[in-house]
């Protein structure tokens, strides 16, 4: 049996291109690249909709069908890519997806005069034969490789899993603990390693506001041997889809497909991601308008960087930049300060007012009655903003940590962790350079 450092290493190397028979790809394969290249770039998908065309048109025909359903699934994704055309014109994506539906129409001998149909995105499919247990499926059906406790050497330690989370307007918990509130409007990666990339793209609260929230998020599975084929699952505000954006619910037609598989928890508002092969678990929810981000990640998945990959700007490894975090303590007391002008504002001019700080406070303390970090993001988030529903953003988010996090001891996070962290992150490079000081003066004394 491999050890996990030896499968690292034996792997073929992820890369985002899925290739056809002897290395050609086909459309299929353009569309299925198309994809994952809007969703590497999200300002392309901002006001271009070509994703959401792919999108449809997988869940139409994710399942076998006769040749001429076929053609008029392709026909309606032809219209609807060409009612992009205003909004997408210049873009290498829209013009790639017209190339791709030309390859198909001609591979499948469609016409393109001809009916089309909407594709049914939405529309559940007919319930399937009922499966068996999946522990005797995995057991019938999955490798020992594709199973990430079972592939490690027979006595070695048992990983140790860490927790990151994103939430609110936004706060962000790494995997080191710390726990910051961030500016990062606009697309921010969370995760890139050898095995999956996680991005969200964050929006203004309120215009004018140093606060945004998770609009987009989008995650990719790179393909692992023979375990998953490369997946890529992404929600959007009033979109949390239940399947991969190929309208599968497990990781492909390999041996070991069922190692990777989307849950839906409760539909439109909760998604559970398992990835088994690298001992993962994801947590996606909608709550109000905005989504929250969870993951619990043995360590060693964690810390596989690609080789050359520089991953200083992977908030959940690192957090946020110095120049994008929002110090709360100074906010509060901003807020105090508003209040006595008459304002109700965290962020600025302009903001709703709706709660004064004892309001919020007492409402927070209803779901989170431990005043610890989660408590003060409620607090802040609802000044902030005015909307009610980030107190059930961050009481979620603090069950997700019950959910995932390896040490109980560690649930909750209190403003003296923070400065420590803060602290130690600083000092941590001075230390040295204190001590040759040090060093270096009572040699001075000696002579």
């Known amino acids: 049996m491999q050890s996990p450092r030896e499968r690292s290493e034996a792997r073929p190397r992820a890369g985002w291109m899925v290739m056809g028979e002897r290395g050609r790809p086909s459309a299929l394969d353009v569309c ?43 026909r309606a994704y032809n219209a609807c890519v060409r009612r992009t055309a205003r909004t997408c014109r210049g873009d290498l994506a829209y013009h790639s997806a017209q190339h791709g539906i030309e390859d198909l129409m001609g591979q499948h001998n469609c016409s393109k005069e001809g ?19 999946p522990d005797s499926q995995e057991r019938s059906d999955g490798p020992e490789v594709c199973h990430y406790e079972r592939s490690l050497s027979r006595g070695a330690a048992p990983p140790n899993y860490t927790h990151c989370g994103f ?25 890139h390693n050898k095995y999956l990339s996680v991005q ?33 699952y992404h929600a959007e505000t009033d979109e949390l889809p239940a399947a991969f954006a190929d309208g599968s619910k497990n990781g492909g037609d390999r041996h070991g497909a069922n190692a990777l598989r ?4 409760v539909p439109g508002q909760h998604v559970e991601i398992q990835a088994k092969y690298i001992g993962t678990t994801i947590v996606v929810r909608q709550v109000g308008r905005y989504l929250t981000f969870a993951v619990r990640m043995p360590e060693e998945v964690v810390n596989s960087v690609e080789e050359g990959d520089d991953q200083d700007l992977y908030l959940c490894l690192h957090g946020c ?15 105090a300060e508003a209040q006595g002008a008459g304002r109700t504002r965290a962020g600025g001019e302009g903001a709703p007012r709706g709660f004064t ?41 603090l069950e997700d940590v019950k959910m995932l996090h390896s040490n109980s001891k560690r649930y909750h996070l209190f403003e ?4 420590m962290s803060g602290a130690g992150r600083r000092g941590g490079g001075s230390l040295p350079l204190l001590l040759l000081s040090v060093l270096a003066a009572l040699l001075w004394v000696e002579c």
């Open 32 to 74: 299925r690249v198309l994809a994952v290249f809007l969703s590497l770039f999200p300002s392309v998908s901002l006001q271009c909709k070509i994703l959401k065309c792919n999108s449809e048109f997988w869940a139409s025909t994710s399942r076998s069908g006769p040749e001429e359903e076929f053609c008029t699934a392709l």
């Open 115 to 133: 009916p089309t149909s909407q594709p049914r995105a939405h529309t559940p499919l007919p319930p399937p034969p009922p499966p068996l247990q």
């Open 167 to 191: 939430f609110g307007d936004p706060h962000l918990r790494t995997f080191g603990d710390d726990f910051q509130t961030c500016k990062v409007e606009g697309a921010w990666p969370l995760i």
């Open 200 to 232: 969200v793209t964050n929006t203004p609260v309120v215009p004018g506001s140093l606060a945004t929230a998770t609009s987009k998020l989008t995650i990719i599975f790179k393909n692992f041997q023979e375990c998953v084929d490369q997946k890529m």
């Open 262 to 265: 989307v849950v839906e928890k």
């Open 321 to 335: 930049p110095a120049n994008q975090r929002i110090d709360l303590r100074h906010l509060k007391a901003r807020a």
């Open 357 to 397: 700080r004892q309001a919020a406070a007492a409402k927070c303390k209803e779901r989170l009655p431990v005043e610890d970090l989660y408590f003060h993001s409620c607090v802040f988030d609802l000044l902030s903003s005015g909307d009610i529903n980030f107190t059930m953003a961050a009481y979620y988010a």
């Open 416 to 419: 003296g962790d923070a400065l």
